[in-house]
Structures are given as structure tokens and as C-alpha cells.
């Protein structure tokens, strides 16, 4: 079975600084996909980056990148430039392809932001 | 575009009870998913819908059940509730591909008393 572990129960940042969140996963799998989710108070998940695992190449939306590690089965999520609003739990997720393909969510990190 | 909508938001239900939850899509979206989500146990998946037939299924009692609709939306059936039933219930569409975006609902907030 695959599973997701999120190490870091808590994090904080400063306005403005740059902070990355961890995540590692187990699969026997080679296709699959990886997702950064955040969770802020009003409880909505919101997708904050996705990852293909065929493709090498580290994606990026904005603030937001992964450093995606196929052989290590890693896939961290930076934040650059860290806002107010970016405080939230944010969850690593996987999902295999197949027909037994679901989302798996890790534990999630809690995100502060501090002035 | 409307997101997706979860009614109701919030719930109080006695032990013993049932209850059904509903999740409505984003329009074309035919792919529903349903999650518990709790303090202990974190985000779990209880079962996913795909054009009315269930695609996927989590390590939930049979007492979980769900169903989808011919306008994609879900419904979700909790019977004989249990304490620790009581957790935030999120469902979440797609357009049915395993890599793309799931959209979440804002959740149910089940308290069982």
C-alpha cells in the first residue's frame, strides 16, 4: 500500500522568507502523480501544485515549487517569498494511476506565518 | 463557475442514527470522491464515483455507503452512527483523470453525540 509521511508536524516562516515543507512517499509504482494541498481555517482544499512523475523536470506555480526526488521518493514544496496568507496546513498527497487509484493524503504541516 | 457544494455544512446526530450528505460537482465534472477527515486518523478515503458507478472504495464498514446520481451528484449514507463517526466529510470532483485536479467542497461537519 502506498503511504505518504509528512515529518514536520509544524513550521514557521517570516513574511517574506522562504521555507520548505518535507515529504517522502512509499510506491512500487513508476507512473503516479504527487500533489501539494492546502488547508486553510475555512477547511476548503485548495490544489497548490502538482507533480507528473514522468517528468523530471521540478514544476513550479508562481511562489510555489517542488523539489521532486523520483529515486528518493521525495517531493518538497517550497515557498518563496512566504505571505500572511499563505499560513495553512498543507497536505502532500499521492495518487498511482489504475484502477485502484486514489488520493492518499501524509498528516500535514502546519504552516505559520509571522511578521 | 460554481465550486463544489456541500450541504448540509454542519450536522449534530444522536448514536444509533443515520445520515446522508450530499456533494453537488462542478458542472462536468464526473468524478466524486468522498474523504473523513479527523484529528487521529488525518484524511481518509472512504470511496470514489465515476459516471454513477463506484470506481474505488476505502477500508470503511459497510455501514459507509454512497452513491452517484445521473447529473454527477453524490451522495454519501452513514448508517447506525458511531462516536467516532464524528469528522469533517469532504468530497471533492474531478474530471475523472487520475492526475487532475481534484476540487474540494468546504466538508460536513458530522458531530455524533
Known amino acids: 500500500a502506498q503511504t505518504v509521511t509528512q515529518s514536520q508536524p509544524e513550521m514557521s516562516v517570516q513574511e517574506a522568507e522562504t521555507v520548505t515543507l518535507s515529504c517522502t512517499y512509499d510506491t512500487s509504482e513508476s507512473d503516479y502523480y504527487l500533489f501539494w494541498y492546502k488547508q486553510p481555517p475555512s477547511r476548503q482544499m485548495i490544489l497548490v501544485i502538482r507533480q507528473e512523475a514522468y517528468k523530471q523536470q521540478n514544476a513550479t506555480e508562481n511562489r510555489f515549487s517542488v523539489n521532486f526526488q523520483k529515486a528518493a521518493k521525495s517531493f518538497s514544496l517550497k515557498i518563496s517569498d512566504s505571505q500572511l496568507g499563505d499560513a495553512a496546513m498543507y497536505f502532500c498527497a499521492y495518487r498511482s494511476t489504475g484502477t485502484a487509484s486514489k488520493l492518499t493524503f501524509g498528516t500535514g504541516t502546519r504552516l505559520q506565518v509571522t511578521l | 463557475k460554481a465550486g463544489v457544494t456541500q450541504t448540509p455544512r454542519y450536522l449534530i446526530k444522536t448514536r444509533g442514527q443515520q445520515v446522508t450528505l450530499s456533494c453537488s460537482p462542478i458542472s462536468g465534472h464526473r468524478s466524486v470522491s468522498w474523504y473523513q477527515q479527523t484529528p487521529g486518523q488525518g484524511l481518509q478515503f472512504l470511496f470514489e464515483?465515476?459516471?454513477?458507478?463506484?470506481?474505488n472504495k476505502g477500508n470503511f464498514p459497510g455501514r459507509f455507503s454512497g452513491r452517484q446520481f445521473s447529473n454527477s451528484r453524490s451522495e454519501m449514507n452513514v448508517s447506525t452512527l458511531e462516536l467516532g463517526d464524528s469528522a469533517l466529510y469532504l468530497c471533492?470532483?474531478?474530471?475523472?483523470?487520475?492526475?487532475?485536479?481534484?476540487?474540494f467542497g468546504q466538508g460536513t461537519r458530522l458531530t455524533v453525540v
Open positions: 471533492a470532483s474531478s474530471g475523472g483523470g487520475y492526475g487532475t485536479e481534484a476540487f
Open positions: 464515483y465515476f459516471s454513477e458507478t463506484q470506481r
